[in-house]
């Protein structure tokens, strides 16, 4: 039913004080300064009718018992949350279900890198790719596998791929080891002088941060290099 111009609009988070809105504070302060509802109110995006989506988000927390509450909740939960439609019901539910996925993960669990075979296993998809990627398989201290982000899609070239840029993250999430991986389109794992010079630069960027360059790997379809293995740019 359309509604009457004396209807209030639906509330979004755009309609908050710029202070107050959650997506411009994790932005400029990070998710550590949202409280739990703010944060899943970036989920939901939009409130009903009567309220911020804020303040829908802290009766959806209210009403499961806190962020404990996602871990229990069934497809017949939330049905009578008034605001909260079924797409609404369909974003909590993913996120309790990752929430319980990531509940059962042990840092065991993570793939461990003893030599470049265990880490090309982790990247071999990028041999199919129409164009250069760059990924940084992200370490911890036991050389386990915390993350692998993509950095860069593009020609790559010492020029392009800044060295502040691959160990960003690394030194976000303070992991103390790294691994670059870029693939070659044509197919030929082949160094390239760029890829020689890349590497140079980023083992000494690496030792000036204090954190292990372990290897640069070129994935194609034609095979693989490891750049330390093969003691180039190392």
């Known amino acids: 039913m359309p509604q009457s111009p004396a209807d209030p609009p639906n509330l979004s988070i755009h309609d908050l004080p710029e202070s ?10 990070g998710a550590a300064s949202l409280t739990n509802a703010e944060l899943l109110a970036l989920i939901l995006r ?14 959806v927390l209210a009403r499961i018992g806190g962020l404990h509450g996602l871990l229990d909740l069934g ?3 939330l049905t009578d949350i008034h605001g909260l439609g079924e797409t609404k019901r369909l974003q909590i539910f993913a996120a309790a279900e990752l929430a319980r996925r ?3 993960i042990s840092p065991h669990d993570q793939p461990v890198i003893r030599r470049a ?6 990247v071999q998809d990028m041999a199919h790719l ?22 860069y899609i593009g ?16 030194i976000t999430r303070n992991c103390p080891a790294l691994i670059l991986a870029h693939n070659h389109p044509s197919g030929d794992p082949a160094p ?3 890829d020689v010079e890349l590497t140079r630069a980023l083992a000494a960027a690496g030792d000036l941060l204090d954190i292990q360059f372990v290897d640069h790997l070129i994935v194609a379809r034609g095979g693989w290099t490891s750049m330390r293995e093969s003691n180039l740019g190392f």
Request: hydrophobic content about 40%.
């Open 192 to 194: 390239s002088p760029e």
């Open 155 to 170: 020609t790559l070239n010492a020029s392009v791929v800044r060295v502040a840029e691959v160990y960003r993250e690394a």
């Open 75 to 77: 497809p017949a939960d």
């Open 102 to 104: 990531l509940s059962t």
């Open 117 to 122: 075979e265990d880490a090309i296993g982790l």
């Open 20 to 29: 107050e809105r959650p997506r411009e504070r994790f932005i400029r302060l």
């Open 46 to 59: 939009t409130g009903s009718q009567q309220e911020s989506v804020v303040h829908l988000s802290e009766r």
């Open 130 to 151: 129409a164009q250069e990627h760059v990924r940084a398989l992200l370490l911890d201290s036991g050389q386990r596998v915390v993350a692998i982000s993509t950095i």
